[in-house]
C-alpha cells in the first residue's frame, strides 16, 4: 500500500509568488492534516479536512495560504503571495476517521522563500 | 498554547552510548507519541504510550509517561549514526480530532 506522498519535495521561490503544494493521501484515510515546520521551530498544525470539508482551520497563518479538497482525495495547499516567514517543510498527514491517534506522514515539501 | 516542550534542545554523544530525550505537557492527555525526522526526510512515527500506560518498549526504544508530572521520557539504548535525527513529542489536542500538538524537538546527532 503506498504512503503519503507529497509534490514537490522541494520549491525555491522568489518572494511575491505563487506556490502550490499538493499531498495525496493513503487511500481510504478521510482525514487529512497539513502541518509545517518553520526553521528551528515546532511543529505546527495548520488545518484538518475530514473528507472534502475543513473541519479545523484555526492554525492557517492567514488568508495568504487556500487550501482545498475537492473530491476528498488529494489536498492542495497554496500560498500566494508568498513571504520569506513562509519558508519551511510543510507536512502532510492522513488517518482513518475511526483512528485519528494514527497518523502517517508524508516527506514533506521544503518550501525556501528567497 | 504549546503542548509539548522538549529538552535538550540537542544532543551529541557517541555511538553505543544511550540517548534520553525529555518532553513535557501542559493539559490532560490521552495518550503521547514520539516522531522521528530525519534530514530532508518525513516524520516517522516511533512509539505511542496511553495515558493509562507507564512505560513501553519498542526495540532500542523505551518511553516514559508520568501523567502526574506532565512528562514523558524517550530512551534510545545503543545509539547508533543512524539514529542521528530530530525526534519530537506530539500529543492530540483535547478537541479528540486528531490534530497533533508537536514539541519544538530534540535534534540528536550520534557520532560513530
Known amino acids: 500500500e503506498a504512503g503519503v506522498t507529497q509534490f514537490p519535495s522541494h520549491s525555491v521561490i522568489e518572494k511575491g509568488q505563487t506556490v502550490t503544494l499538493r499531498c495525496d493521501p493513503i487511500s481510504g484515510h478521510d482525514n487529512l492534516y497539513w502541518y509545517r515546520r518553520v526553521m528551528g521551530k515546532e511543529i505546527k498544525f495548520l488545518l484538518h479536512f475530514v473528507k472534502e470539508s475543513k473541519q479545523d482551520e484555526s492554525g492557517m497563518p492567514n488568508n495568504r495560504f487556500l487550501a482545498e479538497r475537492t473530491g476528498g482525495t488529494y489536498s492542495t495547499l497554496k500560498v500566494q503571495p508568498a513571504e520569506l516567514e513562509d519558508s519551511g517543510v510543510y507536512f502532510c498527514?492522513?488517518?482513518?476517521?475511526?483512528?485519528?491517534?494514527?497518523?502517517?506522514f508524508g516527506p514533506g515539501t521544503r518550501l525556501t522563500v528567497l | 498554547s504549546q503542548q509539548g516542550e522538549e529538552d535538550p534542545q540537542a544532543l551529541s554523544i557517541q555511538e553505543g552510548e544511550n540517548a534520553t530525550m525529555n518532553c513535557s505537557y501542559k493539559?490532560?492527555?490521552?495518550?503521547l507519541q514520539w516522531y522521528r525526522q530525519n534530514s530532508g526526510r518525513g516524520l516517522v512515527h516511533l512509539i505511542l504510550i496511553r495515558s493509562n500506560e507507564r512505560e513501553k518498549h519498542s526495540g532500542r526504544l523505551r518511553v516514559t509517561l508520568d501523567t502526574s508530572k506532565k512528562s514523558s521520557s524517550l530512551l534510545i539504548t545503543a545509539s547508533r549514526a543512524a539514529d542521528t535525527a530530530s525526534y519530537f513529542c506530539?500529543?492530540?489536542?483535547?478537541?479528540?480530532?486528531?490534530?497533533?500538538?508537536f514539541g519544538q524537538g530534540t535534534t540528536l546527532q550520534v557520532k560513530p
Open positions: 498527514a492522513s488517518s482513518q476517521v475511526g483512528a485519528p491517534d494514527t497518523q502517517y
Open positions: 506530539a500529543a492530540p489536542a483535547l478537541s479528540n480530532t486528531g490534530k497533533l500538538i
Open positions: 493539559t490532560s492527555i490521552n495518550n
